[in-house]
């Protein structure tokens, strides 16, 4: 969103709690554990259709490690923006001038790359799907709190910028920033996580192979 990052949006809009945005944001958290829960459950049983090894698997998992860089250094460049002036104006530079919501987008890039280091592209997509629908409730209320902050102000970004996009024509950048420094590596602690994704299915692939766990889906 244009003024509040996805990390820090309970603290950034803690006056406006009562309007639900508790609730929203503490639904995101348990949908995201009970989502990693099942994916967790079910990675052990399925196999990417390219056998491990192979130049397309490889290839694969090599692609998703460069857009989990990505998605980690976009997100940093995200609060360089938003970090010294979330939930006190309209930020339009920079990232948030082609988006709405680039720091959602970066992270939506994160969970292709780690869905892709089980050698599937198509794995890596249904997890941004399923991230997409998880977060779509959390992002309209997030939209709904900063239109009753700053009213017709925030109604001509929503009208210039789309939710997502990005609109690149609309890029426009800022003469100076004023950065958080520890919003900044905190994001970037964050999405380190999802490196973490690289070693746990290299390890799940080792499993499968010295135990002979029974695969029911092979995804391309």
Not at 32 to 54: E, H, N
Not at 70 to 80: E, M, N, P, S, Y
Request: hydrophobic share 50%.
């Amino acid at each position: 969103m244009s003024t509040v990052p996805d990390s820090t949006a309970p603290a950034d809009l803690r006056p406006f709690k009562g309007a639900g945005l508790s609730r929203v944001q503490r639904y995101r958290k348990w949908a995201f554990v009970a989502a990693a829960v099942v994916v967790a459950a079910a990675c052990p049983f399925l196999r990417s259709y390219w056998p491990s090894g192979t130049l397309m698997h490889e290839g694969i998992e090599a692609l998703g490690v460069v857009l989990i860089g990505v998605a980690v250094i976009g997100r940093a460049w995200c609060t360089l923006y938003i970090g010294g002036r979330k939930a006190e104006e309209v930020v339009r530079d920079g990232p948030y001038s082609v988006s709405r919501n680039p720091l959602y987008m970066f992270s939506f890039l994160a969970v292709l790359g780690a869905g892709m280091q089980t050698g599937s592209i198509v794995f890596g997509a249904i997890l941004v799907f399923v991230s997409f629908l998880i977060l779509r409730p959390v992002i309209a209320r997030e939209e709904e709190v900063l239109e009753t902050r700053f009213g017709p102000q925030f109604a001509a970004y929503q009208r210039l910028v789309p939710r997502f996009g990005p609109r690149l024509g609309a890029w426009r950048d800022a003469h100076m920033l004023q950065a958080s420094p520890a919003l900044f590596w905190r994001t970037i602690a964050d999405g380190a996580l999802f490196f973490l994704t690289i070693p746990l299915l290299e390890l799940l692939e080792h499993l499968q192979a010295a135990y002979d766990l029974p695969v029911w889906f092979l995804v391309p």
